[in-house]
């Protein structure tokens, strides 16, 4: 099993950057792809981003492509997610999520057994 814990979220305003780190528990964390998803109220859950194993292959949903970059250092059982020029309608709990039943990162919800516990980020306008 993995666990998963978020943090660095808060209170922003509109062009700022935050960087969300998520850490992992387990010897195992290389053999999972990780993800990171959002909830804002009222709104279904949505992908963010993706990252294979080892780091070298992302996914990024159209919605925050050029501005947030998702990152990992398995060594310390790490992963990031950095948000540049944030944006009101950013305004989210942002979820930590792994897969060990994929090799290629997705924004499919379904593919991911372990969730986090999530950090909320406002952006004000």
């Known amino acids: 099993q993995v666990q998963l814990v978020e943090s660095g979220g808060g209170l922003v305003q509109a062009g700022a950057s935050l960087r969300l780190p998520c850490a992992a528990s387990?010897?195992?964390?290389?053999?999972?792809?990780m993800a990171w998803f959002r909830q804002a109220p009222g709104k279904e859950r949505e992908s963010v981003a993706s990252?294979?194993?080892?780091?070298?292959?992302?996914y990024s949903a159209d919605s925050v492509k050029g501005r947030f970059t998702i990152s990992r250092d398995n060594a310390k059982n790490m992963v990031y997610l950095q948000m540049d020029n944030l944006n009101p309608e950013d305004t989210a709990v942002y979820y930590c999520?792994?897969?060990?039943?994929?090799?290629?990162?997705?924004?499919?919800?379904?593919?991911?057994?372990?969730w986090g516990q999530g950090t909320q980020v406002t952006v004000s306008s």
């Open positions: 999520a792994a897969s060990g039943r994929t090799t290629q990162p997705t924004g499919a919800p379904g593919w991911y057994d372990y």
């Open positions: 387990g010897r195992t964390f290389s053999r999972y792809v």
């Open positions: 990252i294979s194993r080892s780091g070298d292959k992302t």
